[in-house]
Nanobody
Framework: QVQLVESGGGLVQPGGSLRLSCAVS????????MSWFRQSPGNARELVAS????????SYADSVKGRFTISRDNAKNTMFLYMDSLKPEDTAVYYC???????????WGQGTQVTVSS
């Protein structure tokens, strides 16, 4: 069973930065396409960013493009989300997701809270 554990969330002022991490265990990390999602109260979970299994291609939601950077370290089984120029509307629980590149199989982390407020 693949397990995902997010960390790095917290309270930050508008304009500040945070780096989220997603540590993956129990599977071959390089077989998984990785993504970050977020969900704020009353809203559906939305895709923030994705990265291919070997990290050669990334994609971003328009709302975070130019401010957030997704990356992964396959040697350390870890994915990252560097968030810069944070805005109050970035406040949400952030989740990481692993989707197998070949079979229908996906796993979610438990989420980490990010709050952007002065």
């Amino acid at each position: 069973q693949v397990q995902l554990v997010e960390s790095g969330g917290g309270l930050v002022q508008p304009g500040g930065s945070l780096r989220l991490s997603c540590a993956v265990s129990g599977g071959t990390f390089s077989n998984y396409i990785m993504s970050w999602f977020r969900q704020s109260p009353g809203n559906a979970r939305e895709l923030v960013a994705s990265i291919t299994s070997v990290g050669t291609k990334t994609s971003y939601a328009d709302s975070v493009k130019g401010r957030f950077t997704i990356s992964r370290d396959n040697a350390k089984n870890t994915m990252f989300l560097y968030m810069d120029s944070l805005k109050p509307e970035d406040t949400a629980v952030y989740y990481c997701k692993a989707r197998h590149k070949s079979v229908t199989l996906q796993f979610w982390g438990q989420g980490t809270q990010v709050t952007v407020s002065s």
